[in-house]
């Protein structure tokens, strides 16, 4: 069973609020991704992290920020949130050739 | 660049139909071939992997065999359940020694199955 968290599941937020996505591990990984999912449900690579104060934008260029200050923590955040945003976020770690996924927290930006 | 191409959705089957999804790669060197899985509302789970060519991940009924002459990794089950309705992800991660050690998924393929 992995041990990685997301919250919240669910957020309906305003437009030009700032939000945090929160994504914990319990598992000591030092890989650790967020991936945006669209409707269709294609899974885009947003941000990444090999370890503590390592992170790298990934393919899909994104509003949104990272920082990884701990091991197990890798939130996200948008400083001013708008309708463009809204979509599904999953967070993952890595060990070896094996990822773990949390279970995403949906975004609803109105 | 890598990249990972697969059967498009949705595919509808009765109970008990024999599944195909299938999942073609393009990767420099030996990649490690994943299919995932994402039941609604959920996140993805791993449901089987193979690292090398020839070898053949099975989990849960399903299974899929790693062919690099063909460059594909095809999902396979002899007898779909309703239970078995979910996405499904090919993926495959380069062996860039930790620098571009990226998963990269395929588009997904969801898989409707009626009792």
């Known amino acids: 069973e992995a041990d990685i968290y997301q919250t919240p599941r669910y957020l309906v937020i305003g437009t030009g609020k700032k939000i945090t996505l929160e994504c914990s591990q319990t598992?000591?990984?030092?890989?650790m991704y967020w991936y945006q999912q669209d409707p269709g449900m294609e899974l885009h690579l947003i941000h990444y992290?090999?370890?503590?104060?390592?992170?790298e934008k990934g393919d899909l260029s994104s509003e949104s920020t990272v920082s990884r200050i701990r091991t197990e923590h890798f939130p996200l955040t948008l400083e001013s949130a708008r309708p463009s945003h809204t979509s599904q976020y999953l967070c993952?770690?890595?060990?070896?050739?094996?990822?773990?996924f949390g279970q995403g927290t949906r975004l609803t930006v109105v | 660049g890598n990249s990972v191409t697969q059967m498009e959705g949705p595919v509808t089957l009765s109970e008990e139909a024999f599944l195909t999804i299938n999942c073609t790669y393009t990767?420099?060197?030996?990649?490690?071939l994943f299919w995932y899985v994402q039941y609604p509302g959920e996140g993805l789970q791993l449901l089987l992997k193979?690292?090398?060519?020839?070898d053949k991940g099975s989990n849960k009924g399903f299974e899929a065999t790693y062919r690099k002459e063909t460059t594909s990794f095809h999902l396979e089950k002899g007898s779909v359940q309703v239970s078995d309705s979910a996405v499904y992800f090919c993926?495959?991660?380069?062996?860039?020694?930790?620098?571009?050690?990226?998963?990269?998924f395929g588009t997904g393929t969801l898989l409707a199955v009626q009792p």
């Open positions: 993952a770690s890595r060990v070896a050739t094996e990822a773990f």
């Open positions: 598992m000591g990984h030092d890989k």
């Open positions: 992290s090999y370890g503590v104060n390592s992170t």
């Open positions: 990767a420099t060197g030996y990649p490690s």
């Open positions: 193979a690292t090398k060519a020839d």
């Open positions: 993926a495959l991660s380069d062996r860039m020694g930790g620098a571009t050690n990226k998963l990269i």
